[in-house]
Nanobody
């Protein structure tokens, strides 16, 4: 079982910045893709950014040039640096990770979600 714990959300004014962190723990052998999703009020959850184990990144068009995803494989942690925040970025942000665990001599794949962290952009 893999747990993801997010931190770094909060209230920020338009144009401001926030940095989200998500740390994975458990019987992890390796983590392939890690990503950040968000769910604005009354809307569907959407992919914001993703990063592979090799560092290849992908972004939603709405955040390109403003958000940067990165990861520290030694800490099983993914980050999302959010700059030039807009009111439309207000949402609950969730991290996601997929990979491999080893427990009691048995390998298993996993896909886990964090509990979510609120980001509110408002003056």
């Amino acid at each position: 079982q893999v747990q993801l714990v997010e931190s770094g959300g909060g209230l920020v004014q338009p144009g401001g910045s926030l940095r989200l962190s998500c740390a994975a723990s458990g019987s992890i052998v390796s983590i392939n893709a890690m990503g950040w999703y968000r769910q604005p009020p009354g809307k569907e959850r959407e992919l914001v950014a993703s990063i592979t184990s090799g560092g290849t990144t992908s972004y939603a068009d709405s955040v390109k040039g403003r958000f940067t995803i990165s990861r520290d494989n030694t800490k099983n942690t993914v980050y999302l640096q959010m700059n030039s925040l807009e009111a439309e970025d207000t949402a609950v942000y969730y991290c996601n990770a997929e990979g491999l665990t080893l427990r009691k001599g048995i390998y298993n794949t996993f896909g886990s979600w964090g509990q979510g962290t609120q980001v509110t952009v408002s003056s």
